[in-house]
């Protein structure tokens, strides 16, 4: 299994930007997906994730400013996020969880992509 993030990029506050993940060797209909991402000197932290149901979380620092989706054919997953701020600075990295009735740690982690916002 591979999982591999598009490649993140530089913007400005207040900004936008969206980054996508594929994932070879698993179908995604029966997978859980997430992103997590790291900042400088603080630990990994959840930031968006997909069940099989559809149902979508968000951290509650990104709410109402970041949107998990997946496209239509269910091969890509897909983070839109706008309303960026120099906080959101970190690595984003895109995770995909078997569902065996749950969502089964440690799942499948890409290599991570580096945002960054300026102020």
């Known amino acids: 299994v591979q999982v591999v993030e598009s490649r993140g990029g530089s913007v400005q506050a207040g900004g936008s930007l969206r980054l996508s993940c594929t994932a070879s060797?698993?179908?995604?209909?029966?997978?859980?997906m997430a992103w997590f991402r790291q900042a400088p000197g603080k630990e990994r932290e959840g930031v968006a994730s997909?069940?099989?149901?559809?149902?979508?979380t968000y951290a509650d620092s990104v709410k109402g400013r970041f949107t998990i989706s997946q496209d239509s054919a269910k091969t890509t997953l897909y983070l839109e996020m706008d309303s960026l701020k120099p906080e959101d600075t970190a690595i984003y990295y895109c995770?995909?969880?078997?569902?065996?009735?749950?969502?089964?740690?440690?799942?499948?982690w890409g290599q991570g992509t580096q945002v960054t916002v300026s102020s």
């Open positions: 995770v995909m969880f078997p569902y065996v009735g749950y969502c089964n740690s440690p799942g499948h």
């Open positions: 997909l069940n099989v149901d559809g149902a979508e």
């Open positions: 060797g698993l179908t995604l209909k029966t997978y859980c």
